[in-house]
């Protein structure tokens, strides 16, 4: 194997780590191996493909996203961070934080013993975010890429002081038909529902997406599983580090509101994110990292 960190890239046999220049001139890097696909931007680190071998593709970016620099795509796995929604107290910051539109730096490419590839990212205070980062806090986030797709997202606080953060994996999941789609593993479960002002409600049965749905799933660390009617599968969510889980879905109207999700985008997707959201943000006390770990894997029902 070759590895050239100055050009990201590496090559042994038919697996390699290329870096391109996308649309927009957002840097972008592939990778394949024996097990996957996978496309990522460093900007925002942010995941935009991941297709197993034989299967079709699991994440989803909508047709009319928009590539830019600052601007956050449409789709993917984008990183909410270091806040979930809006900023608790200035509302004139950005939703979800700035982590989905800043640039990160690969600091690690490793192809593992069993085939997968692991990348390792940091990101650091820049001009335009540096007075929004929390003091004294490192981020890293590692994707692994190969049978299974794996993230974590370890936030280290170096400083003398508690911090509190807020964050998601806001993962667009494809599906070939969301209202055929039936999400396990949240049943019997307390939710808050946005759209009518967080009351708080309990699920019953799988979730069924029938409108717009925009929920904060609480205490949830059970596994998940997307069933896959139309696409005939089921994509398992597993995560560590995370009691809370995001559902959503903009529907119809919302959706051509938004303008970017393209035509008839919404019933293509569905985001389920594992979170530190609501009541699930999480204290760092001083000397310590907080971990936040996903997987997804694809099954045959």
Same mark, same amino acid.
């Given at each position: 194997?070759?590895?050239?960190?100055?050009?990201?890239?590496?090559?042994?046999?038919?697996?390699?780590?290329?870096?391109?220049?996308?649309?927009?001139?957002?840097?972008?890097i592939?990778?394949?191996?024996?097990?996957?696909?996978?496309?990522?931007?460093?900007?925002?680190?942010?995941?935009?493909?991941?297709?197993?071998?034989?299967?079709e593709?699991?994440?989803?970016?909508?047709?009319?996203?928009?590539?830019?620099?600052g601007?956050?795509?449409?789709g993917?796995?984008?990183?909410?961070?270091?806040?979930?929604?809006?900023?608790?107290?200035?509302?004139?910051?950005?939703?979800?934080?700035?982590?989905?539109?800043?640039?990160?730096?690969?600091?690690?490419?490793?192809?593992?013993?069993?085939g997968?590839?692991?990348?390792?990212?940091?990101?650091?205070?820049?001009?335009?975010?540096?007075?929004?980062?929390?003091?004294?806090?490192?981020?890293?986030?590692?994707?692994?890429?190969?049978?299974?797709?794996?993230?974590?997202?370890?936030?280290?606080?170096?400083?003398?002081?508690?911090?509190?953060?807020?964050?998601?994996?806001?993962?667009?999941?494809?599906?070939?038909?969301?209202?055929?789609?039936?999400?396990?593993?949240?049943?019997?479960?307390?939710?808050?529902?946005?759209?009518?002002?967080?009351? /708080?409600?309990?699920?019953h049965?799988?979730? *069924?997406? +029938? %409108?717009?749905?925009? !929920?904060?799933?609480?205490?949830?660390? =059970?596994?998940?599983?997307?069933d896959?009617?139309s696409?005939?599968?089921?994509?398992?969510?597993?995560?560590?580090?995370?009691?809370?889980?995001?559902?959503?879905?903009?529907?119809? /109207?919302?959706?051509?509101?938004?303008?970017? *999700?393209? +035509? %008839?985008?919404?019933? !293509?997707?569905?985001?389920?994110?594992? =979170?530190?959201?609501?009541?699930?943000?999480?204290?760092?006390?001083?000397?310590?990292?907080?971990?936040?770990w996903?997987?997804?894997?694809?099954?045959?029902?």
């Amino acid at each position: 194997m070759e590895f050239h960190k100055e050009k990201f890239a590496f090559k042994a046999g038919d697996n390699y780590l290329c870096f391109n220049k996308g649309e927009g001139g957002i840097p972008l890097i592939d990778i394949k191996n024996k097990f996957a696909t996978a496309v990522i931007s460093l900007q925002g680190a942010h995941i935009l493909s991941w297709i197993p071998e034989g299967e079709e593709e699991v994440i989803w970016v909508s047709e009319d996203a928009v590539f830019a620099p600052g601007k956050s795509v449409r789709g993917g796995v984008p990183i909410c961070w270091p806040w979930f929604g809006a900023h608790e107290t200035d509302p004139a910051l950005p939703a979800h934080g700035f982590a989905r539109t800043t640039n990160w730096e690969i600091t690690c490419a490793e192809l593992l013993d069993d085939g997968s590839t692991r990348l390792t990212f940091i990101t650091e205070p820049q001009a335009g975010n540096d007075k929004m980062w929390p003091p004294a806090t490192t981020v890293q986030y590692q994707v692994t890429i190969g049978k299974k797709l794996e993230m974590e997202l370890a936030t280290f606080n170096n400083g003398a002081e508690p911090i509190v953060i807020g964050q998601a994996l806001h993962t667009y999941f494809n599906v070939g038909d969301v209202s055929k789609v039936l999400l396990h593993g949240l049943d019997d479960t307390r939710y808050l529902d946005k759209l009518e002002g967080f009351k /708080e409600k309990n699920q019953h049965g799988p979730v *069924l997406i +029938e %409108g717009e749905v925009d !929920r904060i799933y609480l205490d949830t660390v =059970s596994e998940c599983v997307i069933d896959d009617r139309s696409l005939k599968r089921n994509i398992v969510i597993n995560k560590c580090g995370s009691h809370s889980t995001v559902v959503w879905n903009p529907w119809r /109207e919302t959706a051509v509101k938004m303008g970017d *999700l393209g +035509e %008839g985008g919404y019933k !293509r997707m569905l985001c389920v994110e594992s =979170s530190n959201a609501a009541d699930d943000v999480v204290e760092i006390p001083p000397g310590k990292t907080h971990h936040l770990w996903v997987q997804y894997q694809v099954q045959k029902p």
